[in-house]
């Protein structure tokens, strides 16, 4: 894009002011001239890791390819994330589903795709589930469903039952990840795997999840755990051999430009 697109900010459904991103559907012939583009083509909207933000390769390269294509992209950063106001310790599942759902209404968006990448992949789930039909599809990258109960101890379950944080090495800084006692108890409250005691997963529309089998933060078995998870027929799992957890290289980004191309060509 020649010209960078600037964070705007929206009233949250908490009472906090919520930064995103947004590019309205456009002619990529006419994009200079920013002539909009009724096509009906569902709108991308990118849901961030776990205390990631809008900022993050994926992210970018998602926008940067719809600003190309001439298809309408939501960025945001959750309350407590990025340049969102907030605190992350008072971050949970079902606060920032509510803030994703109302960005999408703030933006009047019509139907969409959800790309949700580690926990942005358990999000993009409860979202779906809170749109219904104006869900078209999902991408998940490296999804994390149901983390709070297979990523943890059960001494550290208890730990956290008990209002403790708990601290775990960062693979990506020097400073510690916290999961706080609420995210637990939210989390583990939102479990969607488990088709015997919750059933299976309410969309019926295409998704595509893609993971790195040299993952070595969530499993890439679960992301064929999702699969049949959940109800759709529509459902491919592509797998990478060498992809990490990130999936930020440059071929692990063509896997998800091309994936959303096909999707997009056939929703």
Same mark, same amino acid.
């Given at each position: 894009?020649? *010209? +960078? ?14 930064? *995103? ?10 994009? $200079? ?5 009724? &096509?009906?083509?569902?709108? $991308? ?5 776990? %205390? &990631? ?14 600003? /190309? ?7 945001? @950063? ?24 109302? %960005? ?19 999000? %993009?789930?409860?979202?779906? /589930? ?17 983390? *709070? ?15 403790? *944080?708990?601290?775990?090495? &960062?693979?990506?800084?020097?400073? +510690? ?8 108890? @939210? ?5 969607? $795997? ?5 059933? +299976? ?28 998870? $959940? ?16 999936? &930020? ?12 191309? /096909?999707?997009?060509?056939? +929703?």
């Amino acid at each position: 894009m020649s *010209t +960078p697109i600037p964070p705007t900010f929206h009233m949250g459904p908490h009472g906090l002011r919520l930064a *995103t991103r947004f590019l309205p559907a456009r002619d990529p012939a006419h994009a $200079l001239a920013h002539t909009l583009v009724h &096509s009906g083509a569902p709108a $991308l909207v990118f849901l961030p890791g776990y %205390m &990631s933000d809008m900022t993050g390769t994926k992210a970018e390269a998602l926008f940067d390819w719809a600003a /190309r294509q001439g298809h309408a992209c939501l960025l945001m @950063d959750y309350s407590g994330c990025g340049q969102s106001e907030g605190d992350f310790a008072d971050g949970t599942l079902s606060r920032w589903r509510d803030e994703v759902v109302a %960005m999408i209404r703030a933006h009047n968006l019509g139907k969409v795709v959800l790309v949700g990448s580690s926990m942005g992949g358990w999000l %993009m789930l409860l979202v779906a /589930r809170a749109l219904g039909r104006q869900a078209a599809g999902l991408v998940g990258l490296a999804a994390a469903p149901d983390f *709070t109960d297979w990523g943890f101890t059960e001494q550290e379950k208890a730990a956290l039952a008990s209002g403790q *944080t708990h601290y775990e090495e &960062s693979p990506y800084g020097p400073e +510690p990840t916290p999961t706080h006692a609420a995210f637990w108890a @939210d989390g583990e409250a939102l479990h969607q $795997l488990d088709t015997e005691v919750h059933g +299976p997963i309410p969309f019926d529309g295409p998704a595509i999840l893609i993971h790195g089998q040299a993952d070595e933060v969530v499993p890439w078995g679960l992301s064929l755990r999702l699969a049949e998870a $959940l109800r759709s027929a529509m459902v491919q799992v592509h797998l990478i051999k060498d992809g990490d957890h990130r999936l &930020s290289r440059p071929q692990d980004i063509a896997v998800l430009l091309d994936t959303l191309a /096909r999707l997009l060509a056939h +929703p």
